[in-house]
């Protein structure tokens, strides 16, 4: 059976550097994928392109493609798709095409755009969308005046087309993380987006979501993992699926980390609400039919994955500004430290309120003493040392910028046992806020250039 190999080298923007091109030189792949965006990072790429016009993608992809030439070279097969175009994929996609051509090689880039809503926000609200807050339906236009970026969360047929038209390499804007497998899968199968073809698309989608997340579905975060599980060589997790939509999950040979029913299985219900209705662009999908069987040593079959319908709406990210925030640690050793480190916490916010400062949200806690997953976590026994984190958020920048001074006090004025504090003063931080919509998928148009 006709079976494409497809490798995910990078789960978000800050992962290993040298993932995609150990598993580009030893995955055997057709396509390797690179996952770069989350909801934040897409507020962070905005305020860089507003403040430069060519910036606004992930840079790591840069580099990172410079260093994938030789496999490129060698493999003439070997094609990538990502969404590291962030906010900006026409100039990623100029800079990628200066890199490859400084290697002597020819590649042929499509970019894929339409995602981003920012510049049409106003005519949408406008014209009968209102991008009311998923969770409390409140208008988007409350906090119209704060609105940084809005991105529609595009699907795997803008890819697919890009691949039809003969592009090597896709950058894209914000497209649904599963979507980056489904892309090349539909084109190699030829895979449709009608009622036909769903299952199908489910079944990639499955896929596509047990290596959006690099190491986590090949040992990263297993409840079992240990010092025999060599994550210091941690593989990158490899979908091999079949024209019917049944599909492996593995690793390179000869590296660290895990495949086996508990990673897939940990992987799977990643951020999953609903298993029986997982959203995405390009089908509903229900995870409750997923069957996994270990077949061979680090080597996971996966069958099911069916279709649950089909959406007329895509899910917007908007990120909106809410104010500054700050968070300092220090570390209280000692008899009673997790005590001393929550009451040195409260004579912080105490001596901030003498001054005439209060914060809309404060939190303070003692690591080490169960604060860190309150409820889940308790310590058992008096810690011998924990680390105090107290962390304030409010609208006012020189209020936040006040109780980065605060800390360095507690050193001479504070409990016995305060140390921790040479890193230098907390810094100031703008905060960024989440705001989820949907938008008619008739409002939105997905473009493919070639570039």
């Known amino acids: 059976m006709k079976h494409v190999r497809i490798g995910n ?33 897409m507020s962070i790429l905005a305020v860089q ?19 994938l030439a030789p ?46 809503l920012l510049p049409r926000l106003d005519e949408l609200l406008a014209s009968g969308h209102p991008l009311n807050h998923l969770d409390t339906g409140e208008p988007l236009s409350s906090i119209r005046d704060k609105v940084v970026s809005a991105n529609a969360y595009l699907g795997a047929r803008p890819i697919t087309d890009a691949l039809k038209q003969g592009a090597e390499i896709v950058i894209t804007g914000r497209v649904a993380d599963a979507s980056l497998t489904v892309g090349p899968a539909a084109h190699e199968f030829g895979w449709g987006f ?27 975060l297993w409840i079992n993992a240990d010092e025999s599980t060599h994550l210091e060589n941690v593989g990158y997790p490899i979908a ?16 660290g980390g895990a ?13 999953v609400a609903d298993p029986a209705r997982y959203f995405t662009p390009d089908v509903v999908a229900d995870f409750t039919t997923v069957k996994l069987t270990q077949t061979k040593p680090d080597v996971v079959h996966v069958t099911g994955g069916t279709a649950n319908g089909l959406t007329d709406t895509y ?13 300092g640690t220090l570390v209280i050793a000692g008899p009673n430290a997790a005590a001393k480190a929550r009451r040195s916490g409260a004579v912080l916010l105490e ?8 914060f809309a949200e404060s939190r303070i806690e003692a690591l080490g003493a169960g604060d860190c997953v309150p409820g889940v976590v308790t310590a058992t026994a008096d810690p011998p040392e924990v680390v105090l984190r107290v962390a304030v958020r409010d609208p006012r920048k020189a209020a936040v910028e006040r109780f980065t001074k605060e800390f360095a006090p507690l050193v001479t004025s504070g409990f016995p046992g305060t140390t921790g504090y040479t890193t230098g003063r907390p810094p100031v931080r703008e905060v960024f806020a989440y705001w989820p919509a949907l938008v008619a998928k008739s409002a939105v148009t997905p473009v493919v250039e070639v570039v």
């Open 240 to 255: 091999e699926i079949h024209e019917d939509g049944t599909f492996t999950i593995s690793k390179s040979e000869g590296t």
């Open 49 to 67: 392109k507003a403040k430069d016009a060519s910036a606004g993608f992930a840079t790591d992809f840069i580099d990172v493609l410079g260093r």
């Open 71 to 116: 496999a490129l070279q060698a493999q003439p097969r070997l094609k990538i798709v990502t969404n590291a175009g962030g906010m900006n994929p026409r100039a990623c996609a100029i800079q990628a095409k200066q890199v490859i051509a400084k290697a002597g090689i020819e590649k042929r880039i499509a970019v894929v755009s339409g995602d981003d």
């Open 259 to 271: 495949v086996n029913v508990e990673t897939v299985s940990e992987q799977l219900l990643y951020e």
């Open 315 to 327: 899910k917007v990210s908007i990120a909106y500004r809410d104010g500054f925030m700050s968070a």
């Open 9 to 41: 080298g990078c789960g978000f923007w800050g992962d290993n550097l040298d993932a995609p091109v150990r598993l580009a030189n030893t995955g055997r792949l057709d396509y390797l994928t690179l996952e770069y965006l989350a909801e934040l990072t």
């Open 194 to 220: 009608g009622p036909a073809d769903l299952d199908r698309l489910a079944s990639g989608t499955v896929a596509g979501h047990l290596i959006e997340c690099g190491a986590q579905a090949t040992g990263g």
């Open 351 to 358: 001596k901030l309120k003498q001054a005439g400062f209060t």
